[in-house]
Every structure is written in C-alpha cells, then in structure tokens.
Antibody
C-alpha cells in the first residue's frame, strides 16, 4: 500500500527558507524506476510541477524556480526533502509530494498535501 | 511553461456522458502521448484516472476514457454518477523531465 505524507511549517515569513519533508511507505526510494516529485497549487490557480528526484539521485527542477529549489532524499528514512529559499507571498499554496511514474510522465500516487502560507 | 487550458466547469445528469477538454501546445500535448488525468475530491489526495492518453490504472472504472487530437486532450465519463462529482485536472509531459498541468474542471452531477 503506497502512501506519501507531507510535513512542514504551515506559516513562513517572506524571505525565509521553506523546508518540506515527504515520508513515503509501500515502496523504496532506492528501487530502480522510483521517482518522487513536488507539486504545488496556489489558491485558485493551476497545479505546478516543481522538482523531481529519481532512484539514482538524478534531480530535475522547474526552470523558473531552479535557483530557489533543492530536492534531496534520505533513503534510510524513506524521506524526500524540498527546500525553497527566499519565500514570497506568491508562494502560498498547497504543496504535494507525489510518486511519479515511467519517464516521470505522470503521478501514480499523491500525498494529501500541506498548505503553506507566506506572510509576515 | 504555460498551464494547460481547461473549462472551469462542466455538468451533467446521472447516466449522461460528459466530456471535458484540455488544450495545450505543440510543446506539450502535441509532442507527446503522455497526457494524464486526475480526480480531486475535497480533503482527499488527487487520484490518477488516465495516463499515457488512454490507459486506465487498475481499479479505475471503465466509464472513464481519454483521447487526444493534435494539441488537445479529452476525458470522457460515460454514464456519469454522483460519486464522480469532483475536480479534474489534466497534465502533460512537456519535455526536459517537466510536467505541465491544467487549471482544473469542476464536474457537477445534477
């Protein structure tokens, strides 16, 4: 039974760094073909793919946010971590971690999401 | 990458067939047979309904089907049921290991 669970602060101040953790179960981050993405949804807007990390530690980032994002994994803890620097109120939204399928072309399992508000 | 375009809402009566559209560009939908659809109900995680344009994951009702033509994709629900009421999001691979999503369509079953 595959599950993903996001955790992190609900409120961050502008300019701070956001750190989100995704804890997975039902699969191993080191198994060939496993990929985990972070996806967010600002209020009233479309879903946005942010970053992905693969079983072999390859990493991919949304071009427009590449300088602010860092994705990493701790296989022993079954965790994927996303860091986003210099947070802005425009970064407010729900953040989801998601297991990504073949070629990284679709999401086969999603977490419930965590709402992050950026406000002073 | 620009978001894919979806109608804000569609509606139908139980038993009807409904189709919702998803319009992209030649850089995403038009270039890859890698369109997926997700169902999102309040308070629940999104659920994969269709992947690679036409494939259904195990456990998804065969009332759900997908198609693609040019730069646009569609999700059809045959014999819509009240339990299908949800938000639906389309997604396309957009090259460079990136995904682009639509803004979502709210399905109301009257």
């Amino acid at each position: 039974h595959v599950t993903l669970r996001e955790s992190g602060p609900a409120l961050v101040k502008p300019t701070q760094t956001l750190t989100l953790t995704c804890t997975v179960s039902g699969f191993s981050l080191s198994t060939s073909g496993m990929r985990v993405s972070w996806i967010r949804q600002p209020p009233g807007k479309a879903l946005e793919w942010l970053a992905r990390i693969d079983w072999d530690d390859d990493k991919y980032y949304r071009t427009s946010l590449k300088t602010r994002l860092t994705i990493s994994k701790d296989t022993s803890k079954n965790q994927v971590v996303l860091k986003m620097t210099n947070m802005d109120p425009m970064d407010t939204g729900s953040y989801y971690c998601a297991r990504t399928g073949i070629l990284g072309a679709y999401v086969d399992y999603w977490g419930q999401g965590t709402l992050v508000t950026v406000s002073s | 990458q620009s978001a894919l375009t979806q109608p804000a809402s569609v509606s139908g009566s139980p038993g009807q067939s409904i189709t919702m559209s998803c319009t992209g560009t030649s850089s995403d939908i038009g270039s890859y047979n890698l369109v997926s659809w997700y169902q999102k109900k309040p308070g629940k995680a999104p659920k994969l309904m269709i992947y690679e344009v036409i494939k259904r994951p195990s456990g998804v009702s065969n009332r759900f089907s997908g198609s693609k033509s040019g730069n646009a994709a569609s999700l059809t629900i045959s014999g819509v049921q009240t339990e299908d009421e949800a938000d639906y999001y389309c997604c396309s691979f957009a090259g460079g290991s990136t995904l682009v999503f639509g803004g979502g369509t709210k399905l109301t079953v009257l």
